[in-house]
């Protein structure tokens, strides 16, 4: 039953991760449905969204402001690493692709969690307004 459950998980992954064994984490020796960078990308998520309610709100009002800078200096790290990796200037580690993506995760997941928030706030605004109209 446990493999057919990781045959599902590689499954489900396989349209956005090449699941190359020695690009990716493993467990009791079975390799994980992502690479590297992709896991590092899925934990910095959790870890951007989860982070969210503990910011300041001089800072999340920075976040609203200033999303495609975020995106754009979170992610240029990755970028480069994968890019000077295929051009063949550098040699991108473990380390190097489990970083980029945490970082472009967080960010990521910190915008995710901004935008969850503020959706829920328009509809308990909207659901409030409603109420005291009837």
């Known amino acids: 039953m446990a493999a057919r459950g990781g045959l599902l998980v590689r499954q489900a992954f ?55 800078l975020l995106i754009v200096a979170a992610g240029a790290p990755a970028a480069m690493d994968w890019g ?14 489990t970083a980029t993506g945490a970082l472009l995760g967080t960010a990521m997941g910190v915008l995710l969690a901004r935008a969850t928030e503020q959706a829920l706030a328009r509809r308990t605004g909207a659901a409030k307004a409603r109420a005291q109209q009837a």
């Open 14 to 68: 396989a349209p956005v991760c090449h699941q190359l064994p020695a690009r990716s984490f493993a467990i009791g020796g079975v390799p994980l449905a992502v690479g590297h960078r992709c896991f590092g990308i899925y934990a910095g998520l959790a870890a951007g969204a989860l982070a969210w309610p503990m910011l300041g709100a001089r800072i999340k009002a920075q976040v609203g402001r200033r999303a495609g």
């Open 84 to 97: 000077l990796g295929v051009a063949g200037f550098w040699a991108n580690t473990t380390l190097t692709q």
